[in-house]
């Protein structure tokens, strides 16, 4: 993990006057993290798939086909979740550092807060327009696994004692 002050002044706007705003990625990124590894859904809108559906048999799809389509959906389905659960059960470590780290900030006495942002960055660290969606206190006795791996991209978490 890295410690490397950055200002992006779209981030530092949502900060209170003397915050340190920090990157925390050693390398170029960390877009297998397990923070918020499972906020995301391979589900669709609509499980149902009841627009598809709908336009199969407009084109003319007999019902065992559109079976055969329904079921091969759900296999993939199945298949993400494992994969899901798999990388969420490999994760443990990496969580456990995490909560380390602001377990062992918030006990300092230096800080009476720490927050987590969860970004994918598409441009400049310092320059990328990063709309926050919300903030978020977490209660230090609160902050587990499954939490960190629930956290929602663009939300500001802010852990306290």
Not at 25 to 45: E, I, K, P, V, Y
Not at 105 to 126: A, I, N, P, Q, V
Not at 142 to 157: G, N, P, Q
Request: hydrophobic share 30%; charged share 30%; with cysteine.
């Amino acid at each position: 993990m890295g410690f490397d002050p950055i200002s992006n002044p779209h981030v530092l706007t949502h900060l209170e006057s003397g915050d340190l705003y920090v990157l925390t990625t050693r390398g170029h990124c960390d877009c297998g993290t397990a923070l918020g590894s499972l906020s995301g859904s391979f589900a669709d809108d609509d499980p149902t798939y009841h627009r598809e559906l709908k336009k199969f048999r407009k084109q003319g799809w007999s019902e065992a086909k559109i079976n055969r389509w329904l079921e091969q959906k759900e296999e993939t389905k199945e298949k993400h979740q494992r994969e899901k659960d798999a990388q969420f059960k490999g994760s443990f470590r990496e969580l456990n550092e995490w909560i380390g780290l602001i377990t062992d900030l918030l006990k300092t006495g230096h800080t009476r807060r720490m927050s987590l942002l969860l970004h994918m960055y598409h441009g400049g660290l310092e320059s990328e327009e990063i709309a926050i969606l919300g903030k978020e206190r977490v209660k230090l006795s609160e902050t587990t696994s499954e939490l960190l791996t629930s956290i929602k991209e663009d939300v500001l978490y802010e852990f306290v004692i």
